[in-house]
């Protein structure tokens, strides 16, 4: 059930409301329900462009890979993260981690225990501990606040259209894609770690990035 009783900046055409790709995308088979306590807080949109990790099998569920481009070490516990437009994608109570030289290596992980959202370019996170120097680094969600964590969800596609967050939804549907003859415009998105992309091309997901704006 959806409720249009407001402006909302979100779109379930391919590519979603800020054009993501170049040309059409090839979806996997079937929909998909990825459960509301693993999408962002309600108000927000995941975007289009953001990989997911399909479960075709009777289960049909979905679960997102969330990662973070730091844009400043604010302190020893604080970061700024860049914000995709005006979403807020982290969540208190995520564990994070630098992105790994590859998708099963272990690595650092610390709690967001507290998020200022009040800039629309950035978000600055408050973490359970020093990450050291991340600027321009990429951070993955992990599993647990531990120094031999590993990433949370491996994905098997990226989302062909938005998902709002819509607080009178029960039900979320999301569809994956594995391949496009076109090309996925990176900056648009939030970034993908080079770990990332090779475990997708491994797993026969097959995307070019652009730098392009």
Same mark, same amino acid.
């Given at each position: ?6 402006? &909302?900046?979100?779109? *379930?055409? @391919? %590519? ?13 088979? %079937? =929909?998909?329900?990825?459960? #509301?306590?693993?999408?962002?807080? @309600?108000?927000?949109?995941?975007? #289009?462009?953001? !990989?997911?990790?399909? /479960?075709?099998? /009777?289960?049909?569920? $979905? ?17 700024? @993260? ?10 208190? %109570? ?6 790994? #030289? ?20 950035? /978000?600055?996170?408050?973490?359970? =501990?020093?990450?050291?120097? $991340? ?9 647990? *606040?531990?120094? /031999? ?13 938005? @998902?709002?967050?819509?607080?009178? $939804? ?6 994956? #894609?594995?391949?496009?003859? =076109?090309?996925?415009?990176? &900056?648009?998105?939030? !970034?993908?770690? !080079? ?5 997708? &091309? ?12």
């Amino acid at each position: 059930m959806r409720t249009f009783n407001s402006n &909302r900046s979100y779109s *379930e055409s @391919v %590519g979603g409301s800020m054009k993501i790709y170049t040309k059409e995308v090839y979806p996997l088979q %079937g =929909g998909f329900q990825v459960d #509301a306590a693993d999408l962002p807080l @309600v108000g927000n949109v995941l975007p #289009a462009g953001t !990989p997911i990790k399909c /479960d075709d099998t /009777d289960n049909k569920k $979905a679960t997102v890979h969330y990662a973070f481009q730091v844009l400043e070490d604010v302190d020893a516990t604080h970061i700024k @993260v860049k914000k995709y437009g005006e979403n807020v994608l982290a969540k208190v %109570g995520m564990f994070l981690m630098k992105a790994p #030289a590859t998708a099963t290596t272990t690595g650092q992980g610390y709690e967001i225990t507290g998020i200022d959202s009040s800039d629309a370019e950035f /978000d600055i996170l408050t973490m359970s =501990g020093d990450l050291g120097e $991340a600027a321009s680094d990429t951070l993955v969600e992990c599993v647990a *606040e531990a120094a /031999d964590t590993t990433i949370k969800v491996l994905p098997n596609a990226l989302s062909v259209a938005d @998902v709002y967050v819509d607080a009178m $939804a029960f039900d979320f549907g999301i569809s994956g #894609a594995f391949m496009s003859h =076109g090309e996925v415009y990176q &900056r648009r998105i939030s !970034p993908i770690a !080079p770990a990332i992309k090779t475990y997708l &091309r491994e797993n026969e997901v097959y995307f070019r990035f652009s730098n392009s704006k």
